[in-house]
């Protein structure tokens, strides 16, 4: 079997897909922009082989790649990037040859906010009513007729909580259409909740093989817009109410053999027409793996190594070379930020918590979300957990 891997060498844990996919016999096709020379040699090791070209997002550059590796090996059975960033150009590349997967038809349905909230109610969630942003009268209408502020606005199609505001009165809303902008944008209801996720991988018919849970601060806007710290853990286990919601949702987008990540409110207080406090409202869909370093916290919390499980469910549409016995703990990212100045070092903690298992400087692609330098420790009690986030967090 052939596999193209879009972007091997970034984000820099990507090589572990490759590498389990490899060593499940596949030929894996390596497609980015890194010279080989400059690959690190885990990225090497784990392709067939490796096709560098000038600009990643120059479509005909990445369509000659393709075009090169299906001359070279016949039939390529998949091509995947895993990557928010890359999704919409995957699928065209899967449309124009025929490969396997979410065509260009598919990924428009799960990478645009507004078209995700039909197949949440075909999936019976509730979820933020909302309007395409126009000018600032009808913004304004919508607003004081149908919702209330706060409001949210962002990109029906972006990564992330990337240009995604907050807006909290007239004033703001002026300040955001004066600004200009130039893709369509999205006005939605602001809901207070916490941030929880339902991640795992499925098989080629819509039923998940693996799950988690992840529990994520109020705003991930907030500390993308205001170089905030962040921490956010993985549950020892997913609570039922949201492993059904997470299935259901699954099932009616119709996602086939991918790692996804989905993104629910749990509500802080009843809210009109969606639900009580504890309720689960949708955000959104992402059909790639959770971002950063969230796979490797994944392992750390279920004693499990899902690229393995990714790569199995790609070769052989069911877990083969994972066992599931293993204890599972809660496992912390604790991402900090170079401006402040913080109580104690690395060495200091790391003497006194033996529960680290990593611990960098996260890629300046990447910190804006996650951080400047991140820790990654797992525990067996929420209560240790909490104590070592404040010790990490202490400052002078």
Not at 125 to 133: D, G, T
Not at 242 to 247: A, E, F, R, S, T
Not at 350 to 377: Q, T
Request: aromatic letters at 16%.
């Amino acid at each position: 079997m052939n596999f193209i891997f879009i972007s091997p060498a970034f984000p820099k844990s990507y090589y572990n897909f490759c590498d389990r996919l490899k060593k499940n016999g596949m030929n894996v096709l390596g497609i980015g922009d890194t010279p080989y020379n400059d690959l690190d040699s885990n990225v090497i090791n784990s392709l067939t082989e490796y096709y560098k070209v000038s600009n990643m997002q120059n479509y005909d550059e990445m369509y000659r790649a393709v075009a090169y590796f299906a001359f070279k090996y016949g039939k390529i059975d998949f091509l995947e990037s895993n990557n928010e960033f890359w999704l919409r150009q995957d699928a065209r590349l899967r449309t124009d040859f025929n490969i396997y997967g979410a065509k260009t038809n598919d990924v428009l349905t799960f990478t645009s906010k507004s078209q995700m909230k039909e197949f949440y109610k075909k999936a019976k969630v509730p979820c933020a009513r909302y309007k395409f942003s126009t000018n600032y009268q009808e913004d304004l209408d919508f607003i004081q007729n149908v919702v209330s502020f706060p409001v949210v606005v962002k990109p029906d199609v972006g990564v992330g909580a990337a240009r995604t505001y907050r807006i909290e009165n007239e004033n703001d809303l002026k300040e955001f259409h004066n600004s200009g902008f130039n893709v369509p944008y999205i006005i939605e209801e602001y809901i207070y909740g916490d941030i929880i996720s339902f991640d795992g991988i499925c098989d080629n018919e819509s039923n998940v093989v693996f799950c988690d849970n992840e529990v994520f601060p109020p705003s991930i806007m907030d500390i993308v817009n205001n170089n905030l710290e962040i921490s956010y853990y993985v549950n020892k286990e997913v609570p039922k109410k949201v492993l059904d919601i997470g299935k259901r949702v699954i099932k009616a987008f119709n996602i086939k053999s991918r790692y996804f990540h989905l993104e629910f409110f749990r509500l802080i207080n009843e809210k009109k027409g969606l639900g009580k406090a504890g309720d689960i409202v949708a955000l959104e869909v992402n059909m790639r793996p959770p971002g950063g370093y969230t796979p490797d916290v994944i392992n750390f919390s279920q004693s499990v190594d899902t690229y393995q499980i990714y790569a199995d469910v790609m070769a052989y549409n069911k877990v083969v070379n994972v066992d599931f016995s293993h204890p599972k703990y809660y496992c912390i990212y604790i991402g900090r930020r170079d401006r402040f100045n913080y109580k104690y070092d690395y060495d200091y903690i790391k003497s006194l918590y033996s529960s680290i298992v990593m611990h960098d400087r996260c890629p300046n692609a990447l910190s804006d979300a996650l951080g400047n330098e991140f820790f990654i420790a797992k525990f067996e009690s929420y209560e240790e957990m909490e104590g070592f986030k404040e010790m990490v967090f202490e400052k002078n």
